[in-house]
């Protein structure tokens, strides 16, 4: 059985940072990417960021480009987004989740359409205090 455990959220102040942790079991094989996706009250999931496992390749939304950072411990099956200069806006609970594939061009394409993802953990908080 697939498992995705997200850990690592919290109450930071407004420029600080945290690191989430996502921690998989279960899986197969190593063609998949992890997604992280997040979601505030009232709003949309939205997509921040995706790993491939099969490659490394990564990818991040516009709203956190340059200080977010995800990365990949194989060894562990645990993957990582480090989350730096936090504001108020990024106050949401965040989810990891797995896709069925690890195809380049399905990831380029969709990497940020939650439909592609097949499991999904169950979330942490993440508040950023101003």
């Known amino acids: 059985e697939v498992q995705l455990v997200e850990s690592g959220g919290g109450l930071v102040q407004s420029g600080g940072s945290l690191r989430l942790s996502c921690a998989a079991s279960?899986?197969?094989?190593?063609?998949?990417?992890i997604g992280w996706f997040r979601q505030a009250p009232g709003k949309e999931r939205e997509a921040v960021s995706c790993?491939?496992?099969?490659?490394?390749?990564?990818y991040y939304a516009d709203s956190v480009k340059g200080r977010f950072t995800v990365s990949s411990d194989n060894a562990k099956n645990t993957v990582y987004l480090q989350m730096n200069s936090l504001s108020p806006e990024d106050t949401a609970v965040y989810y990891c989740?797995?896709?069925?594939?690890?195809?380049?061009?399905?990831?380029?394409?969709?990497?940020?359409?939650?439909?592609?993802?097949?499991?999904w953990g169950q979330g942490t908080q993440v508040t950023v205090s101003s």
């Open positions: 989740a797995r896709t069925g594939s690890a195809d380049v061009l399905l990831l380029r394409r969709l990497w940020s359409e939650p439909h592609i993802f097949l499991s």
């Open positions: 279960g899986f197969t094989n190593d063609d998949y990417a």
């Open positions: 790993i491939s496992r099969r490659d490394g390749s990564t």
